[in-house]
């Protein structure tokens, strides 16, 4: 296609710019052939013209669309140039803030200067197992295509990083060992991928500087074998170094250090092992202050060196060693300062006498002071007939003692990589290995000398085998394509190698020119001029004669001859050595022995590497064995180079090129000049060049006819064969057949075709566009005028109705005008005549008002005359009658005064006389006769009663003086029978005890009144408190409703917060459970690893295979301790060892049972001491007191029963007074009064007994003497019938009636004195326990008190909080005594169930002796025979089998067992089997038979587990029955909480005997292992299927664009038969998986965790990728996400499983897509995203922002800006610095309680079981 076509109006291009090297412009004109310039539009609207060179007709170079821009691959690019590579890597470094990107199979890695987020362990887990295209670029993506192409094709492999000083070659050389160390793990505990990384830190200190362009510069070259198994497994590891910068150990240039050692020893010189270096700070030794500035800016010297003895530690590398090792180095630094001044005549110098620092030299190297000190300054030269020494001048001596050093450091150097070879070197056999090779890239200073010679020399090599495998993978390419292909012409730098290395070339004139005695470096440039100034590739400068310049494949360089000489021989005096090898250390001397091999550029076998050359001997003949030592560097660097070309070449090479972006180390900034300079120099644009002389652009023919399908016509759309319809196609559209080929997969474009496809592309879609516009743009005119036209007749129409309607309204107007004039008139006379009319009526109304006014006037006057007349004839005729009145009234009152005067006079006379008198005192006599009638009679009652009184008294007294004469009558008859006093005494003791229980009583009565008193006080002090509290709540109310909003929601988030510790502590659990299992796992597989074949375990060891965490079956409960004893024997010693839980429950139990010996022994000693009292006495003493015995026996104890049974009750009243009393008196201080009380009151009882026990023991005394003399005196006189009297009764007294109540009174002495012992120590203990719980009691409100007052203190809030507080502590308190409580009732109850069995089973033995005797007594009085069937029994849910059977049922039902075999049968039959089978054991309490079973069944499992560790519907199999068989366990394990939904018959199926908790929890572990094996298998399963279905495949058929693709998606690099899967397959599998967990009869729990779970390694999987592929973030890949997303959630609601939390996992991939289909330009967008974007971290949503791709040239690309706005926004979100979702995260299962409503006797065992030796009980 011509310029004209390409170059035409809007075109845009690239043209050289000084300051960008490339800038843009666009094209205003179409250039035509023959213009000489181009009229251009820059980005800043500057217009410029453009010459173009008509000759060459060299035009700018095209730039691509900006679909293109932003690319992964730069050979994706469709012009491939370096404008566009410069652009393209521009673009993503800063925009995106990628820092790889893939060129062909280069990847180019740019220096961000910034730590980033992006080497994690979650993204090595990322690109493990991935295509190295389907990811974004980067170094793991390089380092997993190595080792996946050396496993798949068995081929070493290698790593190429190179670049310049401060590119990050290191750095990316320790990633990818990290990586590999990370994927391929040691499968031994060598920890080989440990040492390998350790050994970074030890060569980096000795072999990294800092240099002016970066502070970390490595000064060697290494490349590092990393060694494989079969397995992939790192087994080891070789290093070898190339060409140490020996000549910075003596020399730095400004602002640059030596080696890191250096200063890292000065930095710890203070330490104390360190104190015999005799070091200082850096700036005072001459080799560490050359460059001015020792220290690095964010660099802790002291803190590295630690680092780097660890290391050395870690790499076995004993601590004598390590302090040789820093003996030397700092015997370098003291030689560098050694001072040495020269003579007067300029040929020789001397040393300072006891100079220090070469005395600290001698000193460490353990050399002689004086020899060193004269070959330092001498020198010997051998003829061959004499041998003389020569003094040296001062710059001689110099370059002696520098060379000395070099020497020195570089053999230490070697000696270090040797060692860390050995300790990374394996005797295994190596499979295969991965070589890392960091080597410096291609350099050009000011001044370049041999090291840079060396160093550009390497990159000639390495350039030219990456040329040959770049042009070797284009080759393979066309060929598996069949492509006809021709010879690619690219840049073969062979010609400049020949210069370097060929026969005369550079090295060996250097070489020559170094053996010519007297040779120099100006000769040896002008040998190089005559030599080779014919060569295209050597040049001589014009300005300089010591100079030569070197064209190599990326830049000029010159280099000045000067020293290259010096530093090619690296001249050390044999002198100097050997004083060396005579050192008293043996490391020093092993440094320098002549057996060493000396070859410089490897530490192996095959070759190693050193700069040292030996000096020749002074005696002849060791110059024959010493021509080894002759080599130079340049011809051990040579052949050490070829060697790493031949390792190189045997492997398959894979290309890391640094590319550091600016000299200042500022991050992300980017320097275009310095960024193409490193470009061209690392071969990145060769790579390019070559891709584009073939054909660059490829596309598979599904894609190219997706992408350009809109270029086909409609009846090449008819043709269903894609592959020829593309062919038409492009047949029609390139006439050029030579601009593209034809694949057998692919179709091949020459570049730029691509690019012109665009454009046509676009053409076509502008062309739609316009027609498009068109129409649209003509209908919206048609609308216009349609509307305009409606609005015309709109306005007409109302125009002419207004006229009309104006018209009618003139015509109203005028017919109302006459209307109006009419009326008017009308009124007007109308208003005169009524005038008129009204003031005629106004005349006439007046004038008759008049006269009625006069006529009204006069009547009115004669009505006022009458009434006055009225009034004054009244007013006379009253005042005449008043007068009267009074007149008559005055003559009545002095009449009525004078008559009362004569009336009182007549009463005063009358009441002078007697007679009056006599009349009123004749009551009063009356009266004074009664009461002197009743005097009389009261005396005569008393003279009576006095007479009865005197009576009685003297009979009294008479009869008193009867008795008393009786009883001295009794006591003379009676003297020497003392009975009679002892039943005064008895009868005395009685009448006191009576006292005593009288004032018991009284005290009591006391007791009960003050503790009533106490009560009543107790009431009001508790209406009190009940106030306060009623007080207290409404404030805590008030407080509460205040702060509820603010509470509520704390609250919230607290329980949130409890609820996610409960789940990381669950978490945390299940995955020690789960590294248990792995352990377990990596035991089994060493085992049969050291014992191969089939191993046989004896029978009576099979619970040996039990796990060291399965418990016993907890004895200790039931008391056997001796079969537990008998269990652990049986185990084994060792096995019981592990058992820890066996051996604490053992220990207690001893502990246990020898407290429970010693108190049977105490008792067994004073049983036999009561024997032998009792035999004694029984011996000594008489029949006849056996029934006294029994009798006091039966007596006594009915006593103490009944004493006990009081005291009891007594003491539990006062327990409960004190109890509530103590609770009540939270608030006062009047309790401790009442305790006290109560403790006086206990001490008088306690004293009272005492008096008791005395006067008892007194009594007894008295009994035993009288009892003495009684049988004295029966002894003596057997025939005694006096009689005796009472001095109650008449009665006499027999004997035999005495002895009988003395018998009693001893009796009833012994039961008081028991009793009264008894109470005594009763009530010291209660006393005792009291005062301990009044103690507490005190402690305890001393507490509450001080917590009342602090709480006072508080706030309210804090007041209800710490109120909450408090009341939580104390329920927890109680809770954990009702606990112990509860406890002890449950082993009381199982201890008395226990008995009760026995007992039971003892009287079930017993009738079954008697029915059968009873029987055979039956059976002998039968004459006739008779034949009795037997009753069927029903199945009580138990299966019984024999102990030898056990292996057999454990094999049909647990190893051999197949799902299949079951189908059909009730779920989980295999789990009530084996509890149907423990409930038989544990009937017979047979605690071994179920410790057998349980380790037998659990051991069985986890085998078919490890066999079918793969198999998802045998894990769920074993899973949905190790859940049931714990269900069962605990719903019929008799406790309460398990038993709610129990039915009755279910209850008679629990266990009796045994308490199988512990065995719970091993169950409840072993179904943890199972869900882990089963989620894990489910993984394997879907993770194959997640990214494909997911992110690449169509959902929505045409709705995803496709892009130009590039070498990172070619076949080639792809394995073969990759399958895609659509989402259909996920919700197949999905289906399936819950299909078998369904009919496996699982927990509908359990399935929901199962699927939330899965879902979320879906979601952490599919957003993983996403933030990892730039390809996959467009705005029609978030449509597909949305689409696929919704077709699970379907799912999930159509299998009822939308309650299990699965859709929440997915809740940041729902985002994820809605965040690439949102608007991204305004600031409201980005708070939108913001507030939707809740679940995605600030680093996922800016890492999506930066990788959104628009799929068309109509979509926009996000701004910087925009993202910068986010991340402003962002900026308070703490989210974790994590970019990517833990894949491997596992959530915590729970497994709830889920009883079966089966009944064991209900469940059938089929016939295909093969369990025939089971019998149903």
């Keep these: 296609m011509s310029y004209s076509e390409l170059y035409s109006r809007y075109t845009r291009v690239w043209i050289p710019d000084p300051d960008e090297v490339w800038r843009s412009a666009e094209l205003t004109k179409d250039y035509k052939e023959g213009d000489e310039s181009l009229q251009l539009r820059l980005e800043d609207d500057t217009i410029l013209e453009y010459p173009i060179d008509i000759q060459s007709s060299q035009v700018p170079f095209l730039r691509n669309p900006d679909i293109l821009v932003g690319e992964n691959d730069l050979t994706a690019l469709s012009h491939l140039h370096e404008p566009a590579v410069l652009h393209n890597l521009k673009v993503r470094f800063l925009e995106s803030n990628h820092i790889y990107t893939y060129c062909g199979i280069v990847l180019v890695a740019i220096n961000p200067y910034e730590q980033l987020p992006i080497y994690g362990q979650d993204v090595i887990y990322a690109y493990s197992g991935q295509n190295m295209g389907d990811m974004d670029p980067h170094i793991f993506a390089v380092a997993e295509e190595a080792y996946k192409q050396m496993a798949r094709d068995e081929k070493n492999q290698s790593i190429i990083v190179s670049g310049e000083s401060g590119a990050g070659k290191t750095v990316s050389a320790k990633y990818a060992m990290r990586y590999f160390a990370t994927v391929g793990g040691s499968a031994s505990d060598t920890n080989i991928e440990e040492k390998v990384l350790a050994s970074s830190p030890i060569m980096e ?71 015999e270096l005799a070091l200082t700070c850096a700036e005072d030794f001459f080799y560490t202050a050359h460059g001015g500035n020792t220290a690095i800016e964010g660099v802790d010297d002291a803190e590295d060196f630690e680092k780097t003895r660890q290391a050395l530690t870690l790499l076995g590398v004993r601590e004598s060693h390590q302090i040789s090792i820093f003996k030397i180095i700092a015997s370098i630094l003291h030689l560098g300062s050694v001072e040495i001044q020269a003579e007067r005549d300029g040929d020789s110098c001397s040393i300072l006498p006891q100079d220090e620092h070469l005395s600290n030299f001698c000193r460490l190297l353990g050399i002689e002071y004086s020899q060193m000190e004269h070959w330092l300054c001498h020198r010997k030269l051998v003829t061959t007939s004499e041998t003389y020494v020569k003094t040296m001048s001062l710059q001689q001596v110099v370059n002696a003692r520098d060379a000395l050093a070099k020497h020195i450091y570089a053999q230490l150097f070697s000696w270090i990589v040797e060692h860390i070879n050995k300790a990374l070197h394996t005797s295994l056999k190596q499979h295969s290995f991965i070589g890392v090779l960091d080597i410096y890239g291609f350099e050009t200073f000011e001044i370049n000398s041999f090291e840079q010679f060396c160093i550009n020399y390497a990159n000639e090599k390495l350039q030219q085998q990456f040329n040959s495998h770049v042009f070797k993978l284009e080759q393979e390419e066309y060929m598996k394509e069949q492509i006809p292909w021709t010879l690619i012409d690219f840049h073969d730098n062979q010609p400049c190698i020949d210069l370097i290395e060929a026969k005369l070339g550079i090295l060996d004139l250097l070489d020559e020119e170094c053996k010519v005695p007297k040779g120099t470096d100006q000769n040896w440039a002008q040998k190089l001029y005559e030599r080779h100034s014919s060569s295209q590739h050597f040049q001589k400068p014009r300005m300089s004669n010591t100079a030569f310049i070197v064209i190599h494949f990326a830049d000029k360089v010159e280099y000045l001859s000067d020293g290259f000489l010096e530093k090619n021989r690296d001249t050390v005096y044999e002198e100097q050595i050997n004083i060396l090898k005579a050192s008293k250390f043996p490391l020093v001397a092993d440094l320098f022995h002549d057996d060493k091999d000396s070859v410089p550029a490897t530490n192996t076998a095959k070759s190693r590497s050193s700069s040292k050359i030996n000096i020749r001997s002074s005696r002849p003949l060791m110059k024959v064995p010493n021509k080894e030592h002759k080599k130079s560097v340049g011809y051990q660097f040579r052949t050490s180079l070829n060697l790493l070309m031949e390792t190189l070449n045997a492997t398959t090479p894979h290309y890391v090129r640094c590319i550091k972006p600016n000299d200042e180390k500022l991050p992300f900034h980017f320097d275009p000049k310095r960024a193409v300079q490193q470009l061209r120099a690392c071969g ?74 665009e454009k046509l592309r676009a053409d076509k879609f502008r062309e739609a566009t316009i027609m498009i516009q068109k129409t649209v743009r003509g209908w919206l005119q048609r609308v216009k005028y349609r509307r305009l036209r409606a609005a015309t007749l709109s306005l007409q129409r109302f125009c002419r109705g207004y006229l009309a309607r104006r018209l009618a309204e003139h015509l109203r107007r005028t017919r109302a005008a006459i209307v109006f004039q009419k009326q008017f008139r009308m009124l007007k006379v109308r208003r005169a005549y009524l005038r008129v009319h009204r003031a005629v009526v106004i005349i006439q109304s007046f004038t008759r008002a008049m006269f009625v006014r006069r006529n009204y006037l006069q009547v009115l006057k004669e009505h006022k005359a009458t009434i006055i007349q009225k009034y004054a004839r009244g007013w006379m005729a009253r005042s005449r009658f008043h007068r009267q009145r009074d007149a008559a009234i005055v003559i009545q009152c002095a009449f009525r005064r004078l008559k009362a005067r004569q009336e009182l006079k007549a009463l005063k006379i009358e009441a002078r006389s007697a007679e009056h008198l006599k009349r009123l005192n004749v009551g009063m006599e009356n009266k004074v006769v009664q009461l002197q009638r009743k005097i009389d009679d009261q005396n005569k009652e008393f003279k009576t009663l006095s007479e009865q009184l005197s009576a009685v008294t003297s009979t009294h007294a008479m009869e008193v003086e009867k008795l008393k004469k009786e009883l001295a009558h009794y006591q003379q008859n009676q003297e020497a029978d003392t009975s009679l006093q002892l039943q005064e005494e008895v009868q005395s003791l009685r009448t006191e005890l009576q006292k005593a229980q009288s004032e018991r009583r009284v005290l009591e009565d006391a007791h009960n ?187 006594k104890r009915q006593e103490l029963e009944s004493e006990n049974k009081k005291l009891k009750n007594d003491l539990n009243e006062l327990r409960k007074a004190v109890a509530d009393q103590a609770m009540q008196d939270n608030t006062t201080h009047s309790s401790p009064d009442s305790y006290s009380l109560l403790l ?56 035999e009636d005495a002895i009988e109540a003395y018998h009693g009174v001893c009796q009833t002495n012994r039961l008081l004195e028991a009793q009264l012992q008894a109470q005594s120590l009763e009530h010291e203990e209660e006393v005792e326990h009291l005062k301990a719980q009044v103690e507490g009691l005190k402690e305890e ?72 005797a009873q029987n055979d007594r039956r059976h002998h009085e039968l004459t006739r025979q008779v034949t ?15 102990k030898e059977d056990e292996a057999l049922l454990i094999r049909n039902l647990v190893t051999d067992l197949k799902p299949q075999m079951l189908s059909g049968t009730v779920p989980c039959l295999p789990a009530y089997i084996l509890y149907m089978c423990i409930r038989h054991a544990d009937y017979t309490n047979d605690d071994l038979k179920v410790h057998s079973l349980l380790s037998s069944t659990i051991n069985g499992i986890k085998k078919v587990l490890k066999k079918h560790n793969d198999d998802f519907e045998m894990t769920s199999f074993w899973l949905s029955n190790t859940c049931r068989f714990l269900h069962c366990l605990k719903q019929y394990s008799g406790d ?34 199972i869900y882990q094996q089963l989620i894990k298998i489910a993984e394997g399963l879907l993770q194959p299927m997640i990214v494909s279905a997911m992110l690449e495949n169509e959902s929505i058929q045409g709705l995803s664009g496709v892009r130009p693709t590039g070498y990172r998606k070619r076949s080639s690099s792809m394995v073969d038969g990759e399958n895609s899967y659509c989402l259909e397959a996920i919700v197949r599998q999905m289906n399936s998986f819950h299909t078998v967990l369904c009919d496996q009869g699982l927990d509908p729990e359990i399935i929901l965790q199962v699927f ?90 800016v890492k999506i922002l930066n990788l959104y791709t628009p799929l068309n040239e109509f979509e926009e690309r996000v701004t910087v800006s925009f993202i910068r706005t986010i991340q402003a926004q962002l900026q308070e979100r703490n989210d974790p610095q994590q970019l990517l979702l833990d894949s491997k995260h596992v959530f915590p299962v729970l497994f709830p309680f889920n009883p079966s409503s089966l009944t064991m006797d209900s469940i059938h065992i089929p016939a295909c079981l093969n369990l025939e030796f089971l019998n149903e009980v």
Aim: glycine residues 4%.
């Design 205 to 275: 200190a000795i072999g990294n500087a800092k240099t002016t362009r970066n502070d970390n510069s490595s000064r060697f070259g290494k490349y590092i074998e990393i060694g494989f198994d079969k397995k992939y497994h790192i087994i080891g590891a070789n290093m070898r170094t190339y060409l140490l910068e020996k000549s910075r150990v003596v020399f730095q240039a400004d602002d640059e250090r030596n080696y890191h050692i250096f200063y890292q020893l000065c930095a710890a010189a203070s330490l104390p092992e360190f104190k």
């Design 684 to 757: 990145v644009l060769e790579t390019i060049r070559i891709s584009a002389a073939g054909y660059p652009s490829r596309w598979t023919y599904h894609d190219f006819f997706n992408r350009y399908r809109v270029l086909m016509k409609k009846r090449e759309l008819t043709n269903t064969d894609k592959k020829n319809i593309c062919k038409s196609v492009l047949e029609s559209l390139l006439k050029d057949p030579d601009k593209f080929q034809f694949g057998r997969t692919k179709i091949f474009f020459r570049a730029g075709q691509v690019a012109y496809l």
């Design 1009 to 1195: 009144k003050e503790n009533g008193e106490l009560r009543k006080r107790v009431a009001d002090l508790e209406h009190e408190n009940a106030l306060l509290k009623d007080e207290k709540e409404y404030l805590n109310n008030q407080i509460l409703r205040q702060s509820e909003a603010e509470s509520s929601q704390s609250s919230v988030e607290e329980n949130l917060l409890m609820k996610k510790e409960l789940e990381e502590e669950r978490s945390r659990y299940q995955n020690l459970v789960k590294e248990y299992s792995q352990l377990e796992q990596r035991y089994e597989n060493l085992r049969d690893e050291q014992t191969p074949g089939h191993r046989k375990n004896p029978s009576n060891q099979s619970s040996l295979e039990s796990d060291s965490n399965y418990p016993s079956i907890s004895t200790s409960e039931i008391g056997d301790t001796e079969d537990a004893l008998q269990q652990v024997e049986e185990i084994g010693i060792e096995k019981a060892a592990m058992d820890m839980t066996v051996f604490l429950k053992l220990q207690k139990r001893v502990r246990e049972l020898e407290q429970e010996r010693k108190k049977l022994q105490v008792q067994l000693e004073k049983e036999q001491q009561d024997n032998k009292k009792v035999q004694v006495e029984q011996n000594n003493g008489l029949d006849v007191d056996q029934d006294a015995d029994i009798a006091y026996n039966s007596l």
């Design 1240 to 1295: 006086n009151q206990l001490k008088l009882a306690n004293e009272e007994l005492e008096v008791r026990k005395e006067e008892v023991l007194i009594l007894r005394t008295q009994i035993m003497n009288a009892d003495q003399r009684r049988l004295s005196g029966k002894n003596m006189e057997p025939n005694i019938n006096a009689r005796t009297s009472w001095p109650n009764s008449e009665k006499h007294v027999d004997q």
């Design 1341 to 1412: 409100m001393d507490k509450q008190q001080q917590t009342f007052c602090q709480t006072l203190l508080l706030s309210p809030e804090a007041q209800v909080e710490f109120g909450v507080q408090q009341e939580i502590s104390r329920l927890t308190n109680e809770n954990l005594d009702f606990k112990e409580l509860v406890e002890k009732l449950e082993k009381n109850e199982k201890k008395l169930k226990k008995q009760l069995k026995i007992y039971m089973k003892k009287v079930q033995d017993l009738e079954a002796a008697q029915a059968l």
């Design 1428 to 1442: 009795v069937q037997r009753k069927e029994k029903d199945f009580q849910g138990m299966l019984e089998y024999h």
């Design 1536 to 1569: 309460e909480g398990f038993m709610t939904q129990n039915t009755a018959k279910q209850n008679e199926h629990c266990l009796k005997n045994f308490d199988l908790t512990e065995y719970r929890q091993v169950l409840s572990d072993l179904s943890i292992q």
């Design 1652 to 1741: 939330k779970q899965l879902f979320y390694m879906i979601n952490a999987v599919t957003l993983n990728n996403l933030l990892l592929r730039k390809d996959a973030c467009s705005w029609s890949t978030g449509m597909q996400l949305r689409y696929n997303i919704s077709q699970l959630e379907e799912w999930l609601r159509g299998k009822n499983l939308h309650q299990s939390g699965a859709v929440q996992t997915m809740e940041p991939l729902i985002q994820a897509a809605q965040l690439l289909q949102l608007k991204k330009k305004t600031h409201e967008d980005a708070e939108a995203i913001c507030s939707l974007c809740t679940s995605l971290t600030t680093q996922q949503i």
